[in-house]
Nanobody
Framework: QVKLVESGGGLVQAGGSLSLSCAAS??????????MSWFRQAPGKEREFVAA????????FYADSVKGRFTISRGSAMTTVYLQMSKLQPEDTAVYYC?????????????????????WGQGTQVTVSF
């Protein structure tokens, strides 16, 4: 059974920073850095891509709206992914979800499409106040 658990959400003032963590567990994820990503969903809006990290050389990808402000990275355990968020703005307010695929590489899949992902965490709320 694969499980993704996010943590680190909270309330922050505009211009501030937060760091999110996602820990993957389960036999599938042992000892291999599977591609993982972060998505977010604001009230009344569709879930949108935020950032992703591939498995092989650890290439990273970002939505234009967060480029230069957010950084995705892996922990030393390779099954933990972080999202360091800085210069947060009220429009960053959303539930942030961690996602992963069961394949070892993205291959022909689109890393920025929610339908690509096989596993999802329960989400963590990030609220940015004015």
């Amino acid at each position: 059974q694969v499980k993704l658990v996010e943590s680190g959400g909270g309330l922050v003032q505009a211009g501030g920073s937060l760091s999110l963590s996602c820990a993957a567990s389960g036999r599938t994820f042992s000892n291999y850095p599977y591609p993982m990503s972060w998505f977010r969903q604001a009230p009344g809006k569709e879930r949108e891509f935020v950032a992703a990290v591939s498995s092989s050389v650890g290439s990273t990808f970002y939505a234009d709206s967060v480029k230069g402000r957010f950084t995705i990275s892996r922990g030393s355990a390779m099954t933990t992914v972080y999202l360091q968020m800085s210069k947060l703005q009220p429009e960053d307010t959303a539930v942030y979800y961690c996602a992963a695929i069961r394949a070892p590489h993205y291959g022909a899949r689109n890393y920025d499409t929610a339908q690509t992902y096989d596993y999802w965490g329960q989400g963590t709320q990030v609220t940015v106040s004015f």
